[in-house]
């Protein structure tokens, strides 16, 4: 089954996941140790994330480590964009309506 970005930042521990791999590439071990679960439920939600493209793989000897791919994580920021500029024109409106309020009381 083919996952999108949005089903992997549905999950809040996913969630965690991504932030806590923006700041460095990580082991799966390492990831395991900021979580009070197994390491197989974060191997799960690390393949989740690694299908929906957000984090990438990094072979290096014998460990994996995992970072974030920012060009994904722009697919979110597109989305969320749309509801950025409908909410800063209903300021904006309301910004109007308050002033025009105001300027009427004086």
């Not at 549905?10 to 390492?30: G, K």
């Not at 984090?55 to 994996?64: A, L, M, N, T, Y």
């Not at 024109?89 to 308050?98: A, K, P, T």
């Amino acid at each position: 089954m083919r996952r999108d970005v949005f089903q992997a930042i549905a999950d809040p521990t996913r969630r965690a996941i991504i932030l806590l791999i923006a700041v460095q590439a990580m082991t799966p071990n390492a990831i395991a140790e900021h979580f009070d679960t197994t390491r197989q439920a974060v191997s799960k939600h690390l393949r989740i994330l690694t299908e929906c493209e957000l984090v990438k793989q990094q072979q290096s000897g014998r460990e994996i480590h995992y970072q974030l791919n920012g060009t994904k994580m722009g697919e979110i920021d597109q989305w969320l964009d749309q509801f950025k500029q409908i909410w800063e024109s209903r300021f904006n409106q309301l910004d109007n309506v308050l002033l025009t309020l105001k300027n009427t009381k004086k």
